[in-house]
């Protein structure tokens, strides 16, 4: 049985977990240098569906502040290390941008709905990183996480605790400047794709012993 805890054997420096925590690193630098960099990477909607399509990625790779890109960070280490080791390398890297387009579509959605605007720019890896969260409470339902750095909570707990909350805060405005339903967004598309990978490994892991049946009686 894979320990959740383990790192051992694990070569830090040729993770993904380490190439994309070195990009937003990289990325939150070149920010700090020149301001324009921002306003052609981060996610504007009306310039999105303009034509700036590569937003709906790269907005993920940018922060708003110090404090933003170290506790985002944070949780990818914490999380992305795990998860990779489970998943693999490309599917790893599936998770984690998927959710974050997830996290952008979703966030774009609501926001339209209920009358926003769609000039505010979205960045951030947190839509992705709560896709990361989720795939692990997906593969680790059991494992105690601590929330808010003391409440222990099984991952699955944890996992509804936040889709609630950040949908309560989200409805209630409780956040000014945060993308509470892009977190949302990110959440369940993390949980989508696990879902659709473990429906697949089930229908042919079905396939395959209908073979061995098949075989065994002709």
């Known amino acids: 049985m894979f320990d959740p805890y383990s790192r051992d054997q694990y070569d830090f420096t040729k993770s993904y977990t380490f190439y994309i925590l070195l990009a937003n690193v990289i990325v939150f630098v070149i920010q700090m240098l020149y301001d324009p960099f921002t306003e052609l990477f981060a996610l504007i909607p009306d310039k999105a569906f303009a034509g700036y ?3 709906f990625v790269t907005y993920m790779f940018l922060h708003g502040g ?3 890109i170290f506790f985002n960070m944070l949780v990818l280490m914490i ?3 795990t998860v990779e080791k489970v998943l693999g390398r490309q599917r790893f890297l599936t998770v984690y941008i998927l959710s974050g387009i997830g996290s952008a579509v979703f966030y774009i959605v609501i926001m339209f ?6 000039s505010v720019p979205l960045l951030g890896a947190s839509g992705a990183i709560f896709g990361l969260l989720a795939s692990y409470a997906f593969l680790f339902p059991k494992s105690w996480v601590f929330i808010w750095g003391f409440i222990p909570l099984p991952a699955s707990v944890l996992i509804v605790f936040l889709l609630i909350e950040e949908t309560f805060f989200g409805f209630l405005g409780l956040q000014p400047g945060i993308a509470n339903f892009g977190h ?5 598309t993390g949980l989508l794709i696990m879902f659709v990978w473990r429906f ?16 065994i009686w002709e």
């Open 184 to 188: 949302v967004g990110g959440i369940i």
């Open 66 to 68: 110090f404090m933003h």
């Open 79 to 81: 999380f992305g290390f």
């Open 200 to 215: 697949d490994k089930i229908r042919r892991e079905k396939r395959a012993g209908m073979r061995d049946y098949q075989f």
């Open 113 to 118: 709905m209920m009358g926003g605007s769609g």
């Open 53 to 55: 399509v590569w937003q």
